[in-house]
């Protein structure tokens, strides 16, 4: 019993010093994918586990496209992980990977006179990989640029930037 007391304070502690050390950040962001050739609007966020690891969710929903009476609509939910190796007062550079979910519904809505309307969806589960850097402007925000292959089928490449508030 002690000795599980005695850890759970150990782990209090460890967690308090991450905390100290690194802020939990949200953020918004543009991003654009190359499978999809559309521009995207996220959110993430960014919560500290360990000196120079973070853990980074984050959701993208492109913007709609339409050609020829057909319309494609994407999302993806991502959760990486990101692993700082330069991590100063101006720069924040990480390398990143996880895993990503897309979901892509295609949309026909018979306007070509081929008869009546159809939809299909398909959801795929792949592997992220990349690198980001953030960049220290002082103050609560932080301006960020990221890149990151999606590694699934048809594989998208997928250029972001944005913002992040620290809480």
């Not at 586990?49 to 994407?74: C, D, H, Q, R």
């Not at 930037?161 to 620290?166: E, L, P, Q, S, T």
């Amino acid at each position: 019993m002690k000795k599980t007391v005695l850890f759970m304070a150990f782990m209090v502690g460890v967690l308090a010093t991450v905390q100290a050390q690194e802020e939990t950040k949200i953020g918004a962001f543009v991003a654009y994918g190359s499978e999809i050739e559309s521009i995207g609007i996220g959110a993430n966020a960014e919560f500290p586990i360990a000196e120079n690891l973070t853990i980074s969710p984050s959701l993208v929903y492109y913007l709609p496209k339409e050609e020829f009476g057909v319309k494609w609509s994407w999302f993806e939910v991502n959760g990486n992980a990101n692993y700082y190796f330069v991590n100063d007062d101006n720069l924040g550079v990480y390398a990143l990977g996880g895993l990503n979910y897309s979901s892509i519904k295609v949309s026909y809505d018979g306007s070509l006179g081929f008869g009546g309307s159809s939809s299909v969806s398909d959801g795929k589960l792949g592997l992220n990989l990349g690198a980001g850097a953030n960049f220290n402007i002082g103050g609560s925000i932080t301006p960020f640029a990221e890149l990151r292959y999606v590694v699934i089928e048809g594989g998208q490449l997928v250029a972001g930037a944005g913002v992040k508030f620290n809480l």
